[in-house]
């Protein structure tokens, strides 16, 4: 048998799932038994029915998965798989600069570690982040966190005045707008879509703003035949699968070359997949006050969808 058949045959054996996001290889959101983006594949690890869900994406939607659905066996092929966004927050500093704002609410990304949901009244990921904000009083102060580039994007998207911390994803800060601006001289009829956590004068430039789903749906729907995207690469192998005729381009962060892979996101293999199904190995465990606790702002979210 090949890797993918002893996959296959161990999901089945043990009644396991495989999850996966848009920025995995090809391979394994190819194998995977569900492909989303942040919010879709938390609403679907809270409804599994597996015994077991093997999730090949960064450690935070692993957790999350755990949070949501704690009697399963949640595990990560590779437990280096993290998430430089999330590494951003550490809870023990955002626990002192939250302590300056007692008045505001903390609305924080998806993106972020169980300790600092636990100190969070909602998440909120790229799909939902507008509707939930929206859904509060004009005068409900909050603090957003930990992605300083979306937070800013949805201040001036709804006319917030959010307190921002300052933190950002690796691959997104890094997407020069000079690269943009050679890209769209050398395409000048592309439209431009962006993933929010891009810095400001990237989604300046944006026709299209929204998460993984909503990109790859943009270009699937969508008139035009060419497209520069400002997002991780991974998303490339789901867009051409949907719309195999058109040209997609994506913004590299050095010399317009596809080299803004996430690396975390990247380490996750076919072998490793099958090794934490075969041995049991990188389970993700969390004591009951961490999951009651970090799972109510969650749970909003999920009302709020
Ligand atoms: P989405 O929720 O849009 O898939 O984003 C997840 C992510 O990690 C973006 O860097
Ligand atoms: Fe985190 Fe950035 Fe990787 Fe998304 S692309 S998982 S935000 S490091």
Redesign the pocket.
Known sequence: MNIEEKIKKIKKDKNAIVLT???AKPEVQNIADYL??????SQYAQKTTADIIVFA??YF?AETAKILNPTKKVYIPDRESL?S?ADSCPADEFAEFKQKYPEHIVISY??STAEIKMLSDIIC???NAKKIISSLDKNQKIIFAPDRNLGNYLNKELNRNMILWDGA?H??DNLKVEHLVELKKQYPSAKVIA???CRQFILELADFI??????INYVEKSLDDTFIVA??TGILHSMRKVAPNKKIVILGSEENSECND?KY?KLNTLEKIYDCLNQGKNEIVLDEKTIEKAKLPILRMLELS
């Not at 929204?210 to 990109?215: D, K, M």
């Open positions: 996001h848009f920025y989303g983006d942040s919010l879709a594949l994406g960064v939607m998430c966004l998806i993106n990921t790229s799909s994803c691959v997104h993933h929010p956590e929204g998460s993984t789903t909503a990109l997002t991780e996430c996101m």
